[in-house]
């Protein structure tokens, strides 16, 4: 069966150009709308990815109240669709206001059919361009694995994904350094799933969350008898990892001892049960993590400097939450989607206020904090719309630090500013605009400015 042709809408009054837009589109499926009812049919049965619209419609022929009426009505309905309006000769402003109320782009009457054929086919292009990008979010909302199901939309944390992708299929060790809450152990299993030891074991453990006398027999297993309450042989998670990962979360508080014993099996790649004289080869690919400075540590004499390069062959920084500006609205609404099902399924979104909030809120407890205020929020929530006050916000919040160069501060605001309006649209260029209050042209000026992306 033939691929369906993709739809274009022709909001046109004139019989003879209708009948001549038809014919030249051949490629396209092409559904003809002569007024604002007819045109508002239309797009709710076809729901066409392109529109191009004449201005003047019926009653008002000779002006411009009702094609704007229908490109409002278009963009509140679908607004992610490409409008491109009809520009008569000396109508350009009208072109331009049609531009920044979230029309894509605008043609000069008499038509050049060749001409706009190209602006149509460039618009029919960005949409799947953009709703490609939108499936990807989706995606990634519904726990679809992507490094571990990570959601993010900042450089900041794309650059170390693409980090984690390139050393995952080698057998290097791999430390990830972070502030707790940043998604250390998400992005272990990351790694792990796109390593060629994918359908091998995944082993966690938090060095710091096990007592120090027993963290020994954790990680290198024991033999039956070895001590008191040792009444079985129990493997240890290094040998349960074997032809698989085995993360250690805070390694930075293994002791000074157990130390000198992790650094062998490094270095041999065996293992002995506490309790044990036979040696075990065991193929157990390391990666750790902490948010101690290991470096001081060493300094201190409190970690051992040749087990930190054994361990730290590749070394990833994970940013803060407040550094990945846009993020936190991004994994907010992940969080919201998980959380309503479970809990509370007539809450539907954040309300503008909250949105607000979560822009301006520093994160101090990053990706943790933000899962657990909104897990509240949702529980709390009365209506359909998590509000500020649900999220629970304190309202004397600290602010940023200053910065005094004028040039610095409007970058820094305009950046900041653009990255939440994208994360608030989920990556929609018109509706980034139409948020911000410019035109697309505009926008993309600014995006590559910045070296920004949608």
Avoid at 32 to 42: E, K, L, N, T, V
Avoid at 259 to 284: A, H, N, P, W, Y
Avoid at 393 to 412: I, M, Q, Y
Wanted: glycine content about 8%.
């Amino acid at each position: 069966m033939a691929d369906k042709k993709p739809t274009l809408l022709v909001i046109e009054d004139d019989e003879g150009l209708q009948a001549q837009l038809k014919w030249a589109y051949d490629d396209f499926e092409v559904v003809i709308a002569g007024d604002r009812d007819s045109a508002i049919a239309a797009l709710r049965s076809e729901a066409p990815a392109v529109v191009t619209l004449d201005l003047g419609l019926p009653p008002d022929p000779d002006g411009t109240t009702e094609g704007f009426a229908v490109l409002d009505a278009i963009m509140a309905l679908k607004p992610d669709t490409k409008v491109i309006v009809a520009s008569g000769h000396g109508a350009r402003e009208s072109a331009l206001q049609a531009i920044e109320r979230g029309a894509y782009d605008f043609y000069q009457k008499p038509v050049d059919i060749d001409a706009l054929g190209l602006i149509v086919r460039r618009a029919f292009n960005l949409h799947e361009i953009e709703d490609e990008n939108r499936r990807l979010v989706a995606n990634a909302s519904e726990d679809k694995t992507v490094l571990g199901r990570l959601i993010t939309g900042a450089p900041e944390m794309v650059k170390v994904a693409r980090t984690i992708e390139r050393v995952a299929s080698t057998s290097v060790s791999v430390m990830l350094l972070g502030a707790s809450g940043t998604g250390k152990e998400l992005l272990a299993r990351g790694l792990h799933e796109a390593s060629n030891r994918a359908d091998k074991p995944f082993v966690a453990i938090n060095c710091a969350a096990i007592p120090e006398n027993l963290l020994e027999s954790e990680l290198f297993g024991h033999e039956k008898g070895a001590f008191t309450g040792a009444v079985k042989t129990t493997e240890g998670k290094i040998e349960s990892a074997h032809g698989g990962t085995l993360f250690l979360d805070e390694v930075g508080d293994i002791p000074l001892p157990l130390q000198v014993k992790l650094l062998r099996f490094l270095q041999e790649r065996t293992i002995e049960r506490i309790g044990g004289r036979k040696t075990i080869s065991v193929d157990t690919r390391i990666v750790c993590a902490t948010h101690q400075n290991l470096e001081a540590m060493i300094g201190e004499g409190t970690f051992r400097e040749d087990l930190f390069y054994r361990l730290a062959e590749i070394v990833v920084r994970i940013p803060g939450l407040a550094e990945r500006h846009g993020d936190a609205v991004l994994l907010a609404k992940a969080f919201l989607k998980r959380f309503a099902s479970e809990m509370n399924p007539s809450v539907t979104g954040f309300a503008p206020d909250a949105l607000a909030a979560i822009d301006s809120h520093d994160w101090p407890g990053n990706v943790r904090e933000l899962e657990n205020r909104v897990k509240r929020a949702v529980i709390m929530a009365d209506g359909k719309l998590v509000s500020a006050a649900d999220l629970d916000f304190d309202t004397d919040e600290e602010e940023p630090a200053e910065v005094l160069n004028l040039k610095a501060a409007r970058e820094l605001a305009d950046r900041r500013v653009i990255r939440h309006a994208l994360a608030r649209s989920e990556g929609n260029i018109s509706s980034t605009a139409k948020l911000l209050g410019i035109s697309r042209p505009t926008l993309y000026d600014l995006l590559k400015q910045y070296d920004l992306h949608a």
